[in-house]
């Protein structure tokens, strides 16, 4: 009976601590983490950084691809003209909280409403609004589900990681991009990363060979105003 119990609660750990840490599994709210549409959809966080953003914008500009920056509110504060020059190309920008705490899921309510109403206050100053949200590492819980319904917010995950953060090799990087680049696909990068910003231009022209088709302004925009 006791072996029982424990396989039971196991077996409820193990499908908890998913629906925690995986955002695709919608286990505590609904996310959207990939789309029915023919394009790829290119998504970046942690930024803005001025030493590898302005990079990373130049490459998108030169291939003509839009993307959707899920940007820092601290660092959108102390770095106003990134943010300018991302929505001046027709890029989007999503809420990742003001400060992207390391314990975010570990907050009350209140300072989880905090960290995302702080983020909108800072945007907001700029004439900046913006309903969509990816909360740092995608970690869910039911507290941030209940704020995130509260603040009546859309959440944007991915179904297809980079691993930009752990693979420090450019030209592996851009091949592991290349693998994931198919249609429906969001794909989590992130901004703040030399190897990132290393390997995206090897990325983008290789995709053009292959003729994979990326996300413009107003298929980026779609996905934000439909239901989720």
């Known amino acids: 009976m006791l072996t029982l119990l424990f396989t039971a609660f196991l077996i409820f750990f ?18 959207i983490c990939s ?8 998504t ?15 490459n998108l500009a030169k291939y003509n691809v839009k993307a959707l920056f899920f940007v820092i509110g601290k660092k959108a504060e102390t770095h106003p003209e990134l943010i300018d020059r991302i929505l001046d190309e027709g890029h989007s920008i999503g809420n ?9 899921a570990l907050m009350n309510g209140e300072k989880v409403k905090d960290q995302i109403v702080k983020f909108n206050q800072v945007l907001e100053k700029k004439g900046v609004k913006t309903n969509v949200f990816r909360p740092p590492v995608g970690y869910t819980n039911p507290i941030i589900a ?14 297809k990681r980079s691993y930009d953060t752990v693979i420090f090799n450019s030209s592996w990087l851009s091949n ?21 910003e290393a390997a995206l231009p090897m990325f983008l022209e290789k995709a053009r060979e292959k003729g994979i088709i990326f996300a413009n302004e107003l298929d980026i925009k779609s996905i934000l105003n439909e239901n989720s």
Do not use: C, E
Not at 14 to 31: C, D, P, Q, T
Not at 35 to 42: E, Y
Not at 146 to 159: F, M, S, T
């Open 96 to 104: 990742h909280t003001y400060s992207h705490p390391p314990i975010f």
């Open 44 to 58: 970046f966080d942690d930024g803005p950084d001025p030493k590898t953003t302005p990079s990373i914008l130049d």
């Open 14 to 31: 193990l499908i908890l601590s998913a629906g925690v840490m995986f955002l695709r599994f919608n286990y505590f709210l609904k996310a």
């Open 35 to 42: 789309t029915d549409k023919p394009f790829v959809l290119l």
């Open 146 to 159: 209940r704020v995130i319904k509260n603040l009546n917010l859309k959440v944007i995950g991915w179904n």
């Open 176 to 196: 592991r991009l290349l693998s994931q680049a198919k249609a429906g696909s969001i794909i989590l990068l992130h901004d703040n990363l030399k190897q990132t």
